[in-house]
């Protein structure tokens, strides 16, 4: 008679047994928990351990625009995995790396007025839910900026370029996560066109415009004709007043000259206050942005340009010369300094015709003195009773000191 067999577990099959229900637990979590969908954006070292969790938003409650084509750059595919994924609280400048796309103006786009929209290549599938104030500011409400971003653009006769740079430029502000503020000031036909002037009055509207929001205010001043072609360049400013548009495609990509400091430039707004502005009397095309560059370096304020050249790309709209230069503007340039405590944001005299909020930005439209000689633009530093000497005494730099042309 044969004994019983023992009933014992081998080692073998404790091991399978273990690894059985180690598999188990995986497929627990992974089908229970994993459709919570908690990801991390994949290949970005620089954000660490930073997760962002899906919440399922009614779309419909999110800001759309009327126009379709900027609709395309609001809101992700439906379908997508990362639909309305929620980063609530984080600092934008941490996660912006992941929207932005690189080259956003096609070769066959360059330089064609006709293009009512130029169209970017293919589009990241996160994108921030965006409000507005409906004063003009729009803001992302998935995480939070550390500067206030106001465009000011200078503006005369120039409708189909205007359109070009909204459609183009509004889904960029977006993808960098900008709290930002398109601000157009529209001359009118009276006058040759200022745009420094312009862009003071762009400056003091958007200090009204700022509703108790006391992060720094970062001005970028730009032509209406640009437009940028790599949208890694961020519209943010940093310690110095720096030069944006290095390369443009209608100069071969390379700087007129040197020390050109036009075109689109950033710079924080107290700095901005620190050298009084543009000057007022560049009436005309040519001068103002040298003049300004001169003031920066008189306030102790170092003018750089962006040390990426490979992304300060900008294509130009093409467009007709202007006819209306400023004949006066080396002489106005070489005496400046005269001017720079007496001519700019302290001596500005406008008025406002008409403010208009649109969807996407807001267009003021002003008027200038008829009478510019008794106006505040000439007589705030050539009046008899200024202590500012105008009569005929040659200078240093062998230039006069008396007023321009347009005060006389």
């Known amino acids: 008679m044969h004994e019983p067999r023992s009933k014992t577990i081998s080692v073998f099959q404790w091991k399978t047994v273990l690894f059985a229900m180690l598999f188990l637990n995986v497929l627990f979590v992974y089908h229970f928990v994993g459709r919570l969908k908690i990801n991390i954006l994949p290949d970005r070292k620089d954000t660490g351990s930073l997760y962002y969790t899906i919440k399922n938003v009614d779309p419909g409650n999110r800001v759309k625009a009327h126009n379709p084509a900027l609709n395309s750059h609001l809101a992700p595919k ?3 995995k990362y639909y309305n994924m929620g980063i609530h609280g984080h600092n934008c400048t941490k996660i912006r ?26 589009q990241p599938e996160v994108l921030p839910t965006y409000s507005t104030d409906g004063r003009g500011r729009w803001f992302p409400t ?19 370029h205007l359109k070009i740079f909204i459609e183009h430029h509004v889904p960029i502000f977006r993808r960098q996560l900008l709290d930002y503020t398109i601000i157009v000031v529209e001359q009118d036909n009276s006058k040759r066109f200022n745009r420094g002037m312009l862009f003071n009055i762009g400056y003091k509207e958007a200090l009204s415009l700022r509703d108790g929001n006391q992060a720094p205010l970062c001005l970028i001043l730009h032509d209406v004709d640009l437009l940028l072609e790599n949208d890694r360049l961020i519209y943010d400013c940093s310690q110095y007043p720096t030069h944006f548009s290095l390369a443009i495609d209608k100069f071969q990509y390379s700087l007129p000259y040197d020390w050109l400091f036009g075109g689109v430039v950033a710079l924080l707004g107290d700095q901005f206050e620190e050298t009084n502005g543009f000057g007022n009397l560049f009436f005309g095309w040519g001068g103002e942005d040298d003049d300004f560059r001169e003031r920066l370096l008189y306030a102790g304020l170092f003018p750089v340009q962006h ?47 008409n ?53 006389l």
């Open 97 to 122: 790396q992941h929207f932005v796309v690189g080259q956003t103006v096609p070769k066959e786009a360059k330089n064609s007025s006709s293009k009512t929209l130029l169209k970017t290549g293919s």
């Open 142 to 160: 998935s995480c939070k900026t550390k500067q206030r971003t106001v465009i000011v653009i200078p503006y005369r006769d120039r409708a189909d």
């Open 78 to 80: 439906k379908n997508s």
């Open 307 to 353: 040390d990426n050249a490979s992304i300060s790309r900008y294509s130009m709209i093409t467009h007709g010369e202007s006819k209306s230069k400023n004949e006066d503007r080396q002489n106005m340039v070489a005496t400046g300094y005269e001017r720079y405590h007496c001519d700019g944001l302290n001596s500005m005299e406008y008025a406002v015709n």
């Open 355 to 407: 403010t208009q909020y649109k969807e996407h930005f807001i267009i003021i439209s002003i008027t200038l003195p008829l009478n510019l000689k008794r106006s505040s633009v000439c007589q705030s530093c050539f009046s008899e009773n200024k202590d500012l000497k105008i009569d005929s005494e040659i200078s240093d730099n062998g230039t006069m000191n008396e007023p321009p042309d347009i005060c």
